[in-house]
Each structure stands twice: as C-alpha cells, then as structure tokens.
C-alpha cells in the first residue's frame, strides 16, 4: 500500500511538474509573440514616421529644377544681385511710413556696381569683344566702386582690369583695387572736357591696348583686346537694373510701393528700376536724391543741367564738390537719357545732412552705410514726411561705410574740408 501510495505521489508530482512546464512554455511563447507583433507593430510604425519625415523633407527640397540648380550658385558671378530688403525700423517709426532699403551692399563686390560690370562684361563677350583668358584688359574711368566689381568680374573671367580714377577719392578703394589684382591709375581730377579726365583717359588708354600684337595676333584669334568699359554711356548698365534689380524690388514689395528714391552718377540704376517699376505701378512717384554740387537736380525740377558752384569763381573742385562719392555729375549720360519721362521729382541733399544721417543709422540701426547710401536714406525721410504716414518708400543702400573710412567717416578729414569749402579755400 505504502508502494502504491509513492508510486501515485510520483506520478503526481511528475504531472504537476509537466502541467508548470506546459503553462510556462505556453506564456513564454503567448508573451514573445505579442512581442514579437509589438516589435513589428513598433517597426512599422517607426517606418511610417521616417516615411512622414521623408516626405517632409522631399516637400522641403523638391523645387523646381530651374530652383534646384540655384540652391549652388556657379562662382562669383552666382552671387551677384537677390540682395535683401530691409526695413529701416527707426526711420520708419519716425515718420509713420514704411522706409524699404535694398541691401546692395551686400553683393560680393560690395556695391550695386557688381550688377553693372557683369552686366557689361556679358554683353561684350556676346558680341565678341572679349575672350576669356586670351589677356585682354578691361579699362574703365570710376571713382571706385564699379572699378572695384570689374576688377573682381575679370579675374573671375580671366581678364586684367586697368583703372584711372581721380586721386582724391577714399585711399582705401584704390588699396582694394590693388589686392583685386587691378592695374590703378591716379589722375588730377579735372573737368570732362579735358583729355586727361579719368573717363577720357580710360578710353585713351583702351584704345592704344594691343597695339603691339600686330596682324599675327589678329589672324589667330588670340589678339589681345583693350575694352573701354564705359559705365557712363553703355546701356548694359540700364538694361542690368531693368531686367534684376527692378524684379527683384517688384517681387520682394508684392508691388505695394508708393514711392521711389535713389541718386544718380551713371544714372543707369535709377533709369532701369524706375522704368521697370513705373510700367507695372502707373500711379508710383520716383525720385531722384542729388548731393551738392551736382546738377541733375536742377535737370529734373527745371530741366536746366545746372548747380550753383558752376558759377565762376565758385568752383572748389573739378567734378562735384561734395564730400559725397559715387552719385551726382554735372552733364548729362545715355544712361541717365534713359529715365527720362519717369522722373517726378527731385531731393537736394546737403553734406551735412548726408553725415547726420550715417551717423544716426549707425546709432540707431548699427547700419554702417556709405555716402551715397546715407543721401538716399535723408531723401526718404524726406519724401515719407511730404507724402504723409501709412505710405511705403523704396531705396537702395548702395554701398557700405567699408569704402569711405578715409574721407566721409574719417572727421578729421571731414572738419578740415567742409570749413575749407565755407571759406572758399578748397
């Protein structure tokens, strides 16, 4: 009995035994299925996540192909022009209007002038002027800061560049000149009429290039050719700011501009964005902002090409007595012809206002701006004040101070020349 009772307790035990096992396996593998269906579930999921963010992405990056081949620009002329807006907030907050300024300083030249030496350059190689690294140098006459974008475009193009310039201007646009591998020629500054003017030697000096190479280098193809830029009368410079910097300020605004305003030297930049401008926003004013010393202004208002240091005896300088670089002239060029009918008004500016202003700017925006820049923000000012709050005023911030440490930011030479030109000693 006492056998029979162990032999029933083991078989007990070993079912018991059998029964934990089978229940153990049978939760083991209930439990690693569910895992693994959760480990599927979770990978699937994760799947759709990474296939979202894809998705995303691809929304992000998928531009049209013309767009996709922008995203890298091809060299230094890629970054040319698509400068910025901005919005001058303490000028706007002074007058009630919204002040616009493109940021032209920002072009790898430094300058709107990028715009117009490719521009040049593009079209003189289309009419098979130049060709690339055959040696051929491009002349220009400037008083810096369209000398200092050819320079950058012909070393980009595999060109020499030879700039004569009057030798009075900012030292610092001559030393740039110089590291950008141009040839600079400094002359007295000296009226248009006369040979030796840094225009008409510019010219002189293209003309007499190549000379030397002969029938031989002519027969070949390979001549070296001396190319005259001529910023002032080629229409390059007009049709670059028609056919860019006019789009771009149209698209950038959405067209919403009351009002216009820039100065002028070459008159190619306010010939092209107005003529732009005025075919597409009839009811638009444009102005033309124009230092001391020049006489567009009078040009505009009363369509006599005239300044009150043309006086005789009153002349201190042989261009445009002003401490202002880059805008104002005293005759008219093919360029500036160009804006005619789509002028409607015209700002003078003062030396002193124009100083008053980059300082200010730099105070309240940290915006250090040069000369002509400085002229174009008084003019807005002045225009926002004529045209009553709520309106909408565009202008170019054309260079940078970089260029003009020198002269207009350097007060010594300020204080020394502005009381020279008071008394009539200069």
Not at 139 to 153: K, N, P
Not at 172 to 197: C, F, M, T, Y
Not at 307 to 312: F, I, L
Request: proline content about 3%.
């Amino acid at each position: 009995m006492l056998q029979s009772l162990s032999d029933k307790n083991k078989h007990i035990a070993i079912g018991a035994a059998l029964g934990v096992f089978f229940t153990l396996s049978t939760t083991a593998i209930v439990l690693a299925t569910r895992g693994l269906a959760s480990s599927h579930d979770a990978q699937r999921q994760n799947s759709r996540r990474r296939s979202s963010i894809g998705e995303n992405i691809s929304r992000l990056i998928s531009l049209p192909k013309a767009d996709q081949d922008n995203l890298i620009c091809d060299g230094v002329a890629g970054l040319i022009g698509n400068t910025p807006m901005m919005r001058i907030k303490s000028l706007s907050e002074a007058t009630g209007c919204e002040i616009l300024a493109k940021a032209e300083f920002l072009n790898p030249g430094g300058s709107t002038k990028d715009r117009v030496a490719l521009s040049m350059i593009n079209t003189a190689e289309q009419d098979h002027i130049l060709t690339p690294g055959n040696g051929s140098t491009i002349f220009e006459g400037t008083v810096g800061s369209t000398g200092i974008s050819l320079a950058m475009m012909a070393k980009a193009r595999g060109y020499n560049a030879w700039i004569v310039m009057p030798d009075d201007v900012a030292l610092e646009k001559s030393q740039l000149l110089e590291k950008l591998g141009a040839h600079v020629e400094k002359v007295r500054p000296v009226s248009i009429v006369d040979k030796n003017q840094f225009v008409n030697l510019a010219k002189r000096r293209a003309q007499e290039f190549g000379k030397d190479d002969g029938e031989e280098g002519e027969a070949s193809g390979s001549r070296k050719t001396g190319f005259f830029a001529d910023q002032f009368e080629n229409l390059a410079n007009f049709e670059a700011h028609f056919t860019t910097t006019g789009p771009e300020i149209y698209h950038q605004t959405q067209g919403n501009i009351d009002a216009i305003v820039m100065g002028a030297g070459t008159g190619g930049t306010l010939a092209g964005v107005t003529k732009y401008l005025k075919a597409r926003l009839p009811s638009l004013r444009a102005y033309l902002a124009d230092p001391q010393g020049s006489g567009l202004f009078n040009k505009v208002k009363y369509n006599i090409m005239y300044s009150p240091t043309e006086k005789e005896g009153r002349r201190k300088r042989h261009q445009v007595d002003t401490v202002v670089e880059g805008v104002g002239i005293n005759r008219l060029t093919r360029n500036f012809a160009m804006s005619e009918g789509f002028i409607d008004d015209a700002i003078r500016v003062t030396d002193q206002e124009a100083i008053d202003m980059a300082r200010y700017l730099v105070q309240k925006e940290g915006l250090f701006i040069g000369s002509s820049s400085a002229v174009n923000c008084v003019a807005a000012v002045r225009i926002a004040r004529e045209l009553g709050p709520g309106h909408t005023i565009v202008t170019l911030l054309c260079d940078s101070g970089h260029r003009h440490l020198t002269k207009f930011w350097y007060v010594a030479w300020l204080c020394s020349n502005l009381q020279a030109w008071a008394m009539g000693t200069l």
